[in-house]
């Protein structure tokens, strides 16, 4: 027992003293050589270097070429990392588990979607509606679309009998997508395949057609051409699309970068929402009772986002942040909707309001400090109740058409698989519907929500989630996730691949960073344009925060996000690189100067500004712009950049200049790597094989430069054993 004891004690120390200081043996990288060009723009008299522009051309040979020799060096740099196997094997375990959508009815049917485990796409289910769920059969199952799971399920909209179905795909992960047209009840495809639609829904009018947006072709490259002129058109059914009605957005006075429109539940009114950026909208409507009926407007300017959500015949039921940062709810008659003839309905709070309707019912969804909050209106105002919630964390799904009688609702949090529950409208009792079956313990973990101090004396919130009973010692792997921007809101959901990082011991963090929605349109507002830098400093003192604590140290801290978030990672990692080991960017914006020159990017300019507004703002852009400040003789952490090859909202030119600038100046030894996941955009639909194969090597390049020659958990086995 003694020689046991010794060998554990000599373990745990012989463990300490490895990671005090990685002594992993490090791989060998032998980077690609990335060709410089002489390119220059000039910005306000400041000439600015862009010696990779040419990697902005995604058809280009050279471009492809340059592709395929990071891939075969960062695989082969992934391929050395001795636990990635039992990563994927672990993660697929755990990711092998029925996953059930919430029901919906449509027409005599009751549909979810269904994913077996390891589906790589969900699967549509329905059954006869009243009879028993065991009976349902397969209505659409994008599995089929393709062997391998790139072409997925966009979007699914039914008509209002529920005869007929159209639903979207997208191929690859482009946001370009097709709509098929199918009987519902035959499954048969019934029309032409719409083709070239981008950002848009699918709204029906009665059972006789629907409104959809797309943009003309560009001209070049669809996966990076500038997109900027959205158009509403309505299809009816039994005609070609060369037929399709122009309804919105074809003069130089209707050019708007997103529009949408949408139909009231009764068919009475068809809403058009124009945006020239992602934040801010006008707002129309149009009777479809009255042939040959104008546009009326209600809101003719973008200073607030504002969206028709319910009616009862002509009288609206508006929700705006207008002189409502928290947003609220008001009402008007249709006849005369503008804003001075606004009643207040469900009044603004300190809380964000997110509402949704169902059963003759309004639900007022908050957020309270990132968690939820349901309380249930009738149509006079009147509050009814607050909805019974099962525990802390994040409730979603309120929703149902004006007769149903029941809804279904999901609630999560960080340690809670998402579970489903059957809601009754009227008496208000909730019933646990569906618990995923999973080999996962939430009793085992903890989640604790803090509030730390930014750099201007700001408070914000952070969710740090672990194993119960971890040792508070500095050492512990911890990924440090955030967003703040576009005011999205991340609230807390369980994740089977954090499930996994925390099974390893791991910690995984997540601020509610300024940028972000959790606290209404001035907490937005406080992360956007000239006060960006805000977004980062919060995003440092949360790492700051986790290392004062002892929950981790620079050299255990990970830093990760994606998109918006992947913009985070780059300016943090180039602001402050000594305080991560590793550093996460995926599908990053990353060059500010030229984001809005691709795609839908210039529709981003509410949250950052443009390099061409003014030189204030051209140089506070390029002052923080990741591409432009790598700096010579910097040790940056070690970075695994992951990007998709069709991507087309950020387009992958971000990620490939900002990894040929970190190769090309990174004055240490950590390994600067970009992982370029082919037939992959920015993330919607990619295929579960794919997503496996993703965390498997985040998590093995992130643990492996952390130090770690085994798995933590096995690390931990052996101590206690």
Same mark, same amino acid.
């Given at each position: ?469 971890? @040792?508070? /010692? ?5 990924? =440090?996730?955030?967003? !703040? +921007?576009? $005011?999205?809101? &991340? ?56 290392? @004062?604590? /002892? ?5 255990? =801290?990970?830093?990760? !996000? +994606?998109? $918006?978030?992947? &913009? ?154």
């Amino acid at each position: 027992m003694k020689k046991i004891l010794l060998s554990a004690f000599l373990l745990s120390i012989l463990i300490a003293c490895k990671n005090e200081k990685s002594n992993v043996e490090p791989i060998q990288v032998n980077y690609p050589e990335t060709n410089k060009v002489d390119t220059i723009d000039t910005y306000f008299g400041e000439e600015v270097k862009d010696p990779y522009r040419w990697l902005e051309d995604d058809k280009s040979e050279e471009t492809e070429a340059w592709v395929k020799s990071q891939n075969e060096v960062t695989f082969g740099y992934l391929d050395n990392i001795p636990y990635r196997e039992e990563l994927k094997e672990r993660l697929s375990k755990l990711w092998n588990y029925e996953k059930i959508g919430p029901p919906f009815v449509e027409g005599d049917y009751t549909y979810f979607s269904k994913n077996d485990g390891l589906q790589n796409q969900y699967v549509i289910y329905r059954y006869k509606t009243g009879e028993n769920p065991d009976t349902a059969e397969v209505f659409l199952d994008p599995n089929t679309f393709k062997e391998d799971g790139t072409i997925s399920l966009g979007g699914l909209s039914f008509s209002k009998n529920g005869e007929i179905a159209a639903y979207s795909i997208s191929e690859g992960g482009s946001d370009w997508r097709k709509i098929l047209i199918m009987d519902a009840i035959t499954k048969e495809i019934v029309e032409d395949t719409l083709v070239d639609i981008k950002f848009s829904g699918m709204s029906w009018y009665k059972n006789e057609g629907f409104y959809y947006s797309s943009y003309d072709k560009p001209k070049g490259s669809e996966l990076s051409a500038k997109t900027d002129q959205h158009k509403v058109y309505y299809h009816k059914l039994g005609t070609s699309q060369s037929e399709d009605k122009l309804v919105y957005g074809g003069t130089p006075e209707e050019k708007h970068r997103y529009i949408y429109g949408n139909v009231t539940e009764d068919d009475r009114y068809l809403i058009i929402t124009p945006r020239v950026s992602t934040s801010g909208n006008k707002l129309y409507i149009k009777d479809l009772t009255v042939p040959n009926a104008p546009l009326v407007e209600i809101l003719g300017h973008t200073d607030s986002d504002s969206n028709i959500i319910e009616n009862v015949g002509s009288k609206l039921f508006i929700m705006t942040n207008l002189n409502a940062p928290n947003q609220k709810i008001v009402t008007v008659d249709a006849s005369n909707p503008t804003p001075e003839n606004w009643e207040e309905f469900i009044p603004e709070t300190e809380n964000v309001l997110s509402p949704s309707t169902g059963g003759g019912y309004f639900f007022a969804s908050y957020m309270v400090d990132a968690v939820s909050k349901v309380l249930q209106y009738d149509f006079d105002g009147n509050l009814v109740r607050e909805v019974e919630l099962p525990d802390v964390g994040s409730a979603n799904g309120f929703g149902a058409k004006k007769e149903e009688e029941e809804l279904y609702y999901s609630f999560t949090n960080y340690v809670t698989p998402g579970s489903i529950y059957k809601y009754d409208i009227k008496n208000g009792a909730s019933e646990l519907y569906r618990k995923p079956s999973i080999d996962f313990n939430p009793e085992d973990y903890e989640s604790n929500q803090v509030f730390y101090t930014s750099k201007d004396g700001t408070k914000v919130p952070m969710i740090i989630t672990h194993k119960k009973g971890l @040792e508070l /010692n500095g050492k512990n792997p911890t990924i =440090l996730y955030g967003y !703040g +921007g576009f $005011n999205i809101s &991340l609230t807390p959901s369980f994740s089977i691949a954090n499930a996994v990082w925390m099974e390893q011991g791991g910690i995984y963090a997540v601020p509610n960073l300024r940028g972000g929605g959790e606290y209404g349109k001035k907490w937005h507002n406080a992360g956007t344009k000239m006060q960006k830098q805000n977004v980062f400093d919060d995003f440092i003192a949360a790492a700051e925060y986790l290392i @004062e604590h /002892n929950y981790t140290s620079s050299d255990y =801290l990970a830093i990760r !996000g +994606g998109s $918006n978030g992947g &913009l985070l990672v780059g300016a943090t990692m180039t602001q402050r690189p000594d305080l991560m080991k590793v550093a996460l960017p995926a599908v990053g914006v990353l060059d500010m100067l030229r984001y809005h020159t691709f795609t839908a990017g210039a529709g981003w300019a509410y949250d950052y500004g443009t390099a061409e507004d003014s030189k204030e703002m051209f140089d506070y852009l390029k002052g923080y712009s990741p591409v432009h400040n790598v700096k010579e003789s910097v040790e940056y952490p070690a970075t695994l950049i992951t990007t998709g090859d069709h991507d087309d909202r950020v387009v992958p030119a971000h990620s490939f200049k900002f990894a040929a600038e970190l190769q090309s100046k990174q004055a240490g030894n950590n390994p600067t790597l970009i992982r370029i996941e082919t037939d992959a955009g920015h993330g919607a639909g990619t295929p579960v094989s794919k997503i496996l194969e993703q965390y498997s090597d985040i998590f093995g390049f992130t643990l492996y430069n952390m130090g770690f020659e085994v798995l933590p958990s096995k690390i931990n086995k052996k101590v206690k054993g």
